[in-house]
């Protein structure tokens, strides 16, 4: 055996070369022990990875090396797996990424994470007896602005295009939000608006006039520079028959300043029927929807008699300092006939509601599988489930509850709520019954009255997502982001039937429902805020279930620059 080996000629290598060390930084290789010089050049060139070069250098070759593992040679499986694990490697860095850096331009206190953190500590069971459970989110920066910009008010000396009569349909809320609408509608085409109408033909066949639920002078004065506004017809067209048209719904504004229009000119007077959801929410100018906020918020107040009658309820339920919360339970007899849920009730209880459904012509749809809707989450929670919720949210048993509805459905009505939550009150047991006799057989100046106390209240809990719930919640943000608690009702109701099977404890079910609550209100948040381009507001969007992926508007913020954007 030779003792200076030589790799050319394929002599072994000695045992003194086969022992290395790298040293310095200038990629030169130095034996530890001698040895055949040719040993160290083909180390160098078989064993590069090793040798310390420039950080750029080492990269670019690393990468190389990784790239050249993809090639497909024999195994083509494990080819596979690695390009898999690559991928996925890659979506949870960029996943990583985007959360760490996700919204920049919102404040601290307003990012989601932050929320996560801050409403998982406000809902803590530790927590239950601390007052944070009633402290609102923060919105220090945002404040309502629905003030019109320079040349927005109208021309007063101006001629009308024509007359609108406005017949708002359904319960309180939806006519308010299609009062909004017509209001808009009117200020698009340069109409003049009678004094609307409301229905007497809904489930309650609610006798109450306009001037019975609304303040007529505040609603004229308030928009007074947006449109005219008369108490009726002036003689010169009183005796034209009105044209009757059902608007199409979720119209843009090109629609009425076109083909509507233009029937107005001619037909001099129109009437408009069914006019709940009759104008789009976006892809429309700013000043219009200011003007539904405007409209919704700030001219469609109360009566005095039940704005008085509802600050004597309102200090009953706050003496000596306490708070209290607004729960809307519509679990009543007519939303459960039209959702078709039944969930909780008796078999003969769900014979009525069903019979109660079939008899109401303009409800469409008649066979309903009452499972698949709860499990779908389109169910109201039964006075049951909205306890367990309460209760799971961290809000002790003491605590006082306004329940905002009419008479809940159902043999058993509020037995098993008020078993978990005592201190409760409606309308009917917090008033007297001298202070109601005005409003008997009211519903709707009732549901009015009903409106303002939750307004009113520390926290709003709203369990099915109708009209009167959104109007409320938008109310309550416009005012400043007041606390607004809604249940993620399709996965509640898995978790709460697990916890009634007995396979889910107490506490998991607890920490699960704060998840579900803090996810809902994070999604909320990222989906709301949407900054319109060259502008300061922010126009606030509430997910309509009942018509798909449409937003409704129902409240616009500004930063606190926005005074300085008006003219």
């Known amino acids: ?337 039209f959702t078709g849920c039944t969930h909780g009730l008796s078999e003969k209880e769900a014979d009525e509601l069903k019979a109660l459904r079939y008899g109401v012509k303009h409800w469409k749809i008649k066979n309903i599988k009452s499972m698949k809707k709860r499990q779908q989450g389109n169910c109201p929670l039964t006075p049951r489930e909205s306890a367990i919720f309460l209760q799971a949210m961290g809000f002790p048993s003491s605590t006082k509850i306004y329940i905002v509805a009419g008479e809940i459905y159902g043999e058993h009505g509020l037995e098993y709520f008020k078993e978990k939550y005592p201190n409760v009150s409606t309308h009917s047991t917090l008033a007297t019954e001298d202070e109601l006799k005005p409003f008997k057989d009211m519903h709707n100046q009732l549901a009015a009255l009903d409106y303002t106390l939750a307004l009113a209240s520390d926290v709003f809990v709203y369990t099915y997502d109708g009209n009167m719930a959104k109007a409320i919640r938008g109310h309550r943000m416009f005012k400043g982001f007041e606390k607004t608690i809604y249940p993620d009702k399709r996965n509640f109701v898995k978790v709460f039937d697990r916890l009634d099977e007995g396979r889910l404890s107490w506490e998991d079910f607890s920490l699960q429902i704060h998840f579900l609550v803090i996810r809902l209100y994070a999604i909320h948040i990222r989906s709301i805020s949407v900054r319109l381009p060259d502008s300061t507001l922010l126009i606030f969007r509430f997910l309509n279930p009942g018509y798909g992926s449409v937003d409704t508007i129902r409240g616009v913020f500004a930063y606190s620059k926005c005074t300085s954007s008006i003219e």
């Open 1 to 337: 055996m030779s003792s200076t080996g030589d790799m050319g000629t394929g002599n072994t290598l000695p045992i003194t070369t086969r022992k290395k060390r790298i040293i310095g930084s200038t990629g030169s290789l130095h034996e530890t022990y001698g040895g055949g010089g040719c040993f160290n050049e083909y180390y160098h060139h078989n064993h590069r990875w090793q040798v310390s070069t420039d950080g750029c250098s080492v990269i670019c070759r690393r990468i190389k090396s990784l790239l050249k593992c993809l090639i497909p040679r024999k195994n083509k499986t494990n080819c596979i797996l690695t390009v898999f694990m690559l991928i996925m490697v890659i979506i949870m860095f960029t996943k990583y990424i985007r959360m760490i850096t996700y919204d920049d331009h919102v404040a601290n206190d307003e990012d989601p994470i932050v929320i996560r953190r801050q409403i998982l500590d406000e809902t803590n069971l530790e927590n239950v007896q601390s007052p944070s459970i009633w402290r609102n989110p923060k919105s220090d920066d945002r404040y309502g602005c629905i003030d019109r910009l320079g040349g927005e008010t109208r021309n007063r000396s101006a001629l009308t295009n024509g007359y609108i009569l406005v017949q708002a349909n359904g319960g309180l809320n939806q006519m308010k939000m299609g009062i909004s609408d017509m209001v808009a509608i009117a200020k698009l085409m340069d109409a003049t608006l009678v004094l609307p109408t409301v229905d007497h033909k809904s489930f309650w066949t609610d006798p109450s006039d306009f001037k019975d639920l609304f303040d007529v002078k505040r609603f004229t004065t308030t928009l007074q520079d947006d449109i005219d506004i008369v108490d009726s017809l002036p003689p010169h067209v009183a005796g034209i028959a009105p044209h009757q048209k059902d608007p199409v719904s979720w119209s843009m504004p090109s629609y009425y300043q076109g083909e509507i229009l233009s029937l107005l000119r001619r037909q001099k007077v129109v009437k408009f029927l069914h006019t709940n959801s009759r104008l789009a929410n976006n892809g429309i100018p700013d000043s219009i929807q200011k003007l539904r906020c405007r409209t919704m918020y700030e001219a469609l107040k109360s009566t005095k008699e039940i704005n008085e009658l509802a600050r004597k309820l309102v200090n009953r339920l706050k003496q000596n300092n306490e708070h209290y919360l607004a729960l809307h339970l519509r679990f009543e007899k007519d939303m459960l006939a």
